[in-house]
T-cell receptor
Framework: GAGVSQSPSNKVTEKGKDVELRCDPI?????LYWYRQSLGQGLEFLIY????????KSGLPSDRFSAERTGGSVSTLTIQRTQQEDSAVYLC?????????????FGEGSRLTVL | EDKVVQSPLSLVVHEGDTVTLNCSYE??????LLWYKQEKKAPTFLFML????IEKKSGRLSSILDKKELFSILNITATQTGDSAVYLC?????????FGTGTRLKVLA
């Protein structure tokens, strides 16, 4: 695609429900990143994919968070049993090369609100 | 632990002023430093710096990296209200981009 696409753009859910956030990176980009941005805060690293594997998932806050990537393309971030502190904007980004210096291209983000 | 620190946290200036934003870092296996502008949601790319002392310039914006002292600055001259945004600094380590908390710039007309 022309850019990184994320869906849904907004999600409101009740505490305890599961949510899935989707990221469709730029075609051909092998590296994919998930970040979380809480109100007024910087970007918090969650997980990095190179192809379909995740060499670094150290940023996932708890075992309620998981992510996968299939076909070296689309990625899904799943949050189980959501809590109010999970409310944030979840940003996905992709880059062309394998961990080499390169521009990160961001999607518009998925704003998650947990009531 | 790897970290990226930006200063100031926020800044209010008047149109026409010049601003300097700072980014210092301690990151294992430094590969590059990137600057982004974030107005609404998606950060937009400004510069990528990999070598010390070489200034990158785009219009009224410029940036330089000092790999010895582990910092970078982003300069904006003749600021305009459209420059109001959060400016993010990110450093690429082994394969992970680590972001600072950003500098919130507000330019008053």
């Amino acid at each position: 695609g022309a850019g990184v696409s994320q869906s849904p753009s907004n999600k409101v859910t009740e505490k305890g429900k599961d949510v899935e956030l989707r990221c469709d990176p730029i075609s051909g980009h092998t590296a994919l990143y998930w970040y979380r941005q809480s109100l007024g805060q910087g970007l918090e690293f969650l997980i990095y994919f190179q192809g379909n594997s995740a060499p670094d998932k150290s940023g996932l806050p708890s075992d309620r968070f998981s992510a996968e990537r299939t076909g070296g393309s689309v990625s899904t971030l799943t949050i189980q049993r959501t809590q109010q502190e999970d409310s944030a904007v979840y940003l996905c980004a992709s880059s062309l090369t394998r961990g080499e210096s390169g521009e990160l291209f961001f999607g518009e983000g998925s704003r998650l609100t947990v009531l | 632990e790897d970290k990226v620190v930006q200063s100031p946290l926020s800044l209010v200036v008047h149109e026409g002023d010049t601003v300097t934003l700072n980014c210092s870092y301690e990151v294992t296996n430094f590969r590059s430093l990137l600057w982004y502008k974030q107005e609404k949601k998606a950060p937009t790319f400004l510069f990528m710096l990999t070598s010390s002392g070489i200034e990158k310039k785009s219009g009224r914006l410029s940036s330089i990296l000092d790999k010895k002292e582990l910092f970078s600055i982003l300069n904006i001259t003749a600021t305009q209200t459209g420059d109001s945004a959060v400016y993010l600094c990110a450093v690429l380590g082994t394969y992970k981009y680590i972001f600072g908390t950003g500098t919130r710039l507000k330019v008053l007309a």
